[in-house]
């Protein structure tokens, strides 16, 4: 079984500096992907970022980064010179290898002030 | 390309009715999966299809049924609607494989009286 844990409910950022979202998650499996989301107050579910969890590197994807601890189970999602756009709830999932499942944790809100 | 499509957008019963939620995605994608989504909180599987005519169950599939009869259409069936199901329905399909990025529909919001 796996379980995805966000610590943060809430946070905020003033707009071009930067926020650090926390995700710890627990799994059995040797190998999984780990994903943030992104869903603005559309609904609408949008990767942000993808790790590879046999891939020691951590992902970049524009503004937004990743530090990736495996030994900790840590994931935690940075996004560099906040935009107002960015305000959005955030979700930190992981994903087996093989199969169709994906554990989701329960989203931090992030908003971004001007 | 309309990637996932979800309907109703919005639909409202009444304690004891069933009704099917409908999905399709037109990717060709091999896995599809069923959300519910209850305020504040986040995604959690009902059920999952990795192919035609294969499903399994999720986190929590008590109250919902699933076929996949076609590689484009995953529809989840209430069976007899409860308050504790109002929630938001989100329907997403990936290519086979847990790298796969997940496309998500629109989502359906129900509401059970």
């Known amino acids: 079984a796996q379980t995805v844990t966000q610590s943060q409910p809430e946070m905020s950022v003033q707009e071009a500096e930067t926020v650090t979202l926390s995700c710890t998650y627990d799994?059995?499996?040797?190998?999984?992907?780990l994903f943030w989301y992104k869903q603005p107050p559309s609904r609408q579910m949008i990767l942000v970022i993808r790790?590879?969890?046999?891939?020691?590197q951590n992902a970049t994807e524009n503004r937004f980064s990743v530090n990736f601890q495996k030994a900790a189970k840590s994931f935690s999602l940075k996004i560099s010179d906040s935009q107002l756009g960015d305000t959005a709830m955030y979700f930190c999932?992981?994903?087996?290898?093989?199969?169709?499942?994906?554990?989701f944790g329960d989203g931090t809100t992030l908003t971004v002030k001007p | 390309n309309a990637g996932v499509t979800q309907t109703p957008k919005f639909q409202v019963l009444k304690t004891g009715q069933s009704m099917t939620l409908q999905c399709a995605q037109d990717?060709?994608?091999?896995?599809m999966s069923w959300y519910r989504q209850d305020p504040g909180m986040g995604l959690r599987l009902i059920h999952y299809?990795?192919?035609?005519?294969?499903?399994d169950q999720g986190e929590v599939p008590n109250g919902y049924n699933v076929s996949r009869s076609t590689t484009e259409d995953f529809p989840l069936r209430l069976l007899s609607a409860a308050p504790s199901q109002t929630s938001v329905y989100f329907c997403?399909?990936?290519?086979?494989?847990?790298?796969?990025?997940?496309?998500f529909g629109p989502g359906t919001r129900l509401l059970v009286l």
């Open positions: 999932a992981s994903r087996s290898i093989n199969a169709g499942k994906s554990t």
């Open positions: 799994t059995s499996e040797n190998n999984y992907y």
């Open positions: 790790q590879e969890a046999y891939k020691q």
């Open positions: 990717m060709n994608h091999e896995y």
């Open positions: 299809s990795v192919g035609a005519g294969i499903t």
């Open positions: 997403a399909s990936s290519r086979a494989g847990g790298a796969e990025t997940q496309y």
